[in-house]
């Protein structure tokens, strides 16, 4: 089956730095969604990306829908405490299948005041 | 509006007893999704619901049972659980089942078997 490989496991960064996290996998997608988890909470959907290529920013977040279609990554820009949780990328294969999601193994951030 | 509410919160329940989680979402998606999450693992898909019709069984258990009654609602009943159904069960929601559509996740039930 699919599987997403998801990098670094997790981070610790100080305050205002910058962060990048990606996923990689085998098989193509044709649309990646990364999602934030905050304890206890449910995942919220950040980004999603439908073309190959594509460039997509939500605030001082930005992810890359990858050429080859096998990878994306998240780019978070001058953290703050609230940056804190689980990232998670999602692949989808739009067509044929009603198997929906393949989850990545998610990112913990930590943000060190 | 991209609002998907469950109940309850928390749910604490014995190994006989039977209970029920419930997902409600007013955004007129026709897809509904179950999700078991472990802690710190990603959520594992359990049913799909597409136009209000179970399309998608992840060779889960009897002792959960999805229940559609329509668009808006999904519930999953438990009975007989395990101390190992421990978990973070969330509902999701998209507009299609097929395609390329976002989902959104409810804040989830906590549940624990004891």
């Known amino acids: 089956g699919q599987q997403l490989n998801q990098s670094p496991q997790s981070m610790f960064i100080q305050e205002g730095e910058d962060v990048s996290m990606n996923c990689t996998s085998s098989?193509?997608?044709?649309?990646w969604l990364w999602y934030k988890q905050d304890p206890g909470e449910g995942p919220v959907l950040l980004i999603a990306?439908?073309?190959?290529?594509e460039l997509t920013s939500n605030g001082r977040l930005t992810a890359q829908f990858g050429i080859t279609r096998k990878d994306s990554f998240l780019n978070i820009s001058a953290s703050i405490p609230s940056d804190v949780g689980i990232y998670f990328c999602?692949?989808?294969?739009?067509?044929?299948?009603?198997?929906?999601?393949?989850f990545g193994s998610g990112t913990q951030l930590t943000v060190l005041p | 509006d991209t609002e998907v509410t469950q109940t309850p919160k928390h749910l604490v329940m014995g190994m006989t007893n039977k209970k029920s989680l419930k997902c409600e979402q007013h955004?007129?998606?026709?897809?509904m999704y179950w999700y078991k999450q472990k802690a710190k693992k990603p959520p594992e898909l359990m049913f799909v619901?597409?136009?209000?019709?179970?399309?998608i069984n992840e060779s889960v258990p009897s002792r959960f049972s999805p229940e559609c009654p329509n668009s808006s609602l999904l519930n999953l009943h438990l009975h007989a659980l395990q101390p190992e159904d421990s978990a973070l069960y969330l509902c999701?929601?998209?507009?299609?089942?097929?395609?390329?559509?976002?989902?959104?996740f409810g804040p989830g039930t906590r549940l624990t078997v004891t």
């Open positions: 999701a929601s998209s507009l299609r089942d097929r395609g390329s559509y976002e989902q959104y």
């Open positions: 098989s193509i997608f044709n649309t």
């Open positions: 990306l439908y073309k190959a290529g």
């Open positions: 999602a692949g989808q294969v739009s067509s044929g299948s009603a198997r929906q999601l393949t």
């Open positions: 955004m007129g998606h026709r897809a």
């Open positions: 619901y597409s136009y209000e019709k179970l399309s």
